[in-house]
């Protein structure tokens, strides 16, 4: 089947600008994850959603960063006013949520983004 | 301090040899969740496997082996006769007790398979 779908696959905006990304977890999978991924370094978790609610948003920066779950299927992520230091590769994944492999995370191909 | 320690940057090995990439973890939790990941030049993760703190087994997967010590809080992970195919930056991570869904991963592991 379809694994996660991430878009756009790259942005490139100034800095102060406000930027959505796209998250289109596996159809079924009910949680799903954003991380961040700076260049040589792993992936950085920011928030995870069971269903429509944000289950724990601790490794979000700082209040520029949003994401939203409203139907419980696509997630969106919102920075405002970025900054340089915000360009990294963000990705998405999404796991079954319940089950005997309800946490194992299947990974979107990422949205590189750049703040020039 | 850093929840998965994976210390080696790099690593170059020449075809069908064996190569073993190492982890080391650190939690104060009895109940935690270890994976393995894949990142080949495309980007995406691939997962590899997922263990709990309470199965020590050792697990193997065709060319794939893994060794799980808590004595010494250590994951490694083994390809046995390695191939072009192989080259990847490979992902060590932790999940704990109080959010299994939150993933602690280490700064990765590049392999290099040369022909």
């Known amino acids: 089947g379809a694994g996660v779908s991430q878009t756009p696959s790259n942005k490139v905006t100034e800095k102060g600008k406000y930027v959505e990304l796209r998250c289109d977890p596996i159809?079924?999978?009910?949680?799903l994850y954003w991380y961040r991924q700076s260049l040589g370094q792993g992936p950085e978790f920011l928030i995870y959603?069971?269903?429509?609610?944000?289950?724990?948003d601790s490794g979000l920066p700082n209040d520029r960063f949003f994401a939203v779950r409203p139907e419980g299927s696509v997630s969106t992520l919102k920075i405002q006013r970025t900054e340089r230091g915000d360009s990294a590769v963000y990705l998405c994944?999404?796991?079954?949520?319940?089950?005997?492999?309800?946490?194992?995370?299947?990974f979107g191909p990422g949205t590189r983004l750049t703040v020039l | 301090a850093q929840k998965v320690t994976q210390a080696q940057t790099e690593i170059s090995v020449v075809e069908k040899e064996d190569v073993t990439l190492d982890c080391v973890y650190e939690?104060?939790?009895?109940?935690?969740?270890l994976f393995w990941y894949k990142q080949p030049p495309s980007g995406e993760l691939v997962f590899l496997i997922r263990?709990?703190?309470?199965?020590?087994q050792n697990e193997i997967s065709g060319r794939y082996s893994w060794n799980f010590q808590k004595s010494t809080s250590s994951f490694n992970f083994t390809i046995t006769a390695s191939q072009v195919v192989d080259s990847a930056v490979y992902f060590c991570?932790?999940?704990?007790?109080?959010?299994?869904?939150?993933?602690?991963f280490g700064s990765g592991t590049k392999l290099n398979v040369k022909p």
């Open positions: 994944a999404s796991s079954p949520g319940q089950g005997a492999s309800y946490n194992e995370q299947f």
């Open positions: 159809s079924g999978h009910t949680a």
């Open positions: 959603f069971q269903g429509t609610g944000a289950a724990d």
């Open positions: 939690t104060r939790d009895t109940t935690y969740y």
């Open positions: 263990r709990n703190s309470f199965d020590e």
């Open positions: 991570a932790l999940s704990e007790r109080d959010n299994f869904n939150k993933f602690y």
